[in-house]
């Protein structure tokens, strides 16, 4: 896949900078009266007091995963303004940023590049937070012969990883995870990634308290997000008549899909004393 990316790059390059690109010939665009829009519904995930953040206290300095958004250039961006179907993979935006374009007029040119299929977008549908995504580490203490408290917290035993994924098989996966980890991120605020890591020996500092005749268990789970929605695929051609140039999208199919993607450096807490062992 990387191999034929790059071999649509170096023909993509080839085609535009040996033709060019007359902006004074691009007719302006009319204004469209602006409507006001309706603002948009808080799809924040809300993260409860049993959840905390471990970004400090990790043994394990986790990368901070940024979006992977690209931002098209201005001459990628008057492209992806003329695709039939809306454009969002940001590998395909990047092949497009890294082609080269001259001034040169060139009349009479006619010519249609095939860029390959393509996941071009993707539209969510649902984004809910698993809160006991995956269980990373068990604290236990036996109280039953003790005669008072005994205060329990926090200890990562093992160095735990976490890792999400697609929930089902789709054509170009990886391009598929960036567009859904841009839309997750976005939607939900959180700090996601397909995987994290929960260092041994990471602690917390919050106390519970196992009373005397009882076992007590701490346990600790990564949470993660369930992503849903649907990618759009189609096959991408770059159109060049005289000195317009478009992109054109054909054969559009749709394609549910799924993911799960942990949260970093977050730790969900859960305790339970019990009178016997579980």
Do not use: C
Request: proline share 6%; aromatic share 8%; glycine share 6%.
């Amino acid at each position: 896949m990387k191999l034929m990316r790059t071999a649509l790059m170096v023909i993509l390059a080839f085609f535009v900078a040996t033709t060019g690109i007359h902006a004074e010939n691009n007719p302006k665009k009319e204004s469209k009266p602006q409507t006001e829009k309706a603002p948009k519904a808080d799809t924040t995930v809300k993260i409860p007091n049993s959840v905390l953040n471990i970004a400090k206290e990790n043994t394990y300095p986790n990368s901070t995963q940024d979006q992977p958004y690209l931002q098209p250039s201005e001459w990628s961006q008057e492209l992806i303004e003329t695709s039939n179907v809306r454009i969002e993979n940001p590998n395909l935006i990047r092949i497009l940023n890294e082609s080269t374009v001259n001034k040169a007029p060139t009349i009479g040119l006619r010519a249609t590049i095939y860029l390959g299929e393509w996941p071009l977008n993707y539209a969510s549908t649902e984004t809910s937070p698993n809160w006991e995504y995956q269980k990373v580490n068990t604290n236990y203490f036996d109280n039953r012969g003790g005669k008072s408290n005994y205060q329990i917290h926090y200890v990562q035993e093992a160095q735990k990883v976490v890792k999400g994924g697609l929930t089902a098989k789709v054509p170009h996966a990886d391009d598929v995870e960036k567009m859904m980890l841009i839309k997750a991120m976005d939607k939900s605020k959180l700090p996601l990634a397909f995987q994290t890591i929960v260092g041994a020996g990471t602690k917390k500092d919050q106390v519970y308290n196992i009373s005397p005749k009882r076992l007590g268990y701490l346990y600790a789970y990564a949470p993660a997000i369930n992503e849903k929605g649907k990618v759009t695929y189609g096959e991408v051609f770059l159109v060049m008549k005289g000195t317009k140039r478009s992109i054109v999208v054909k054969n559009v199919t749709s394609q549910g899909v799924g993911a799960w993607i942990p949260v970093q450096d977050h730790v969900h807490f859960g305790f339970m004393a019990s009178e016997s062992p579980r």
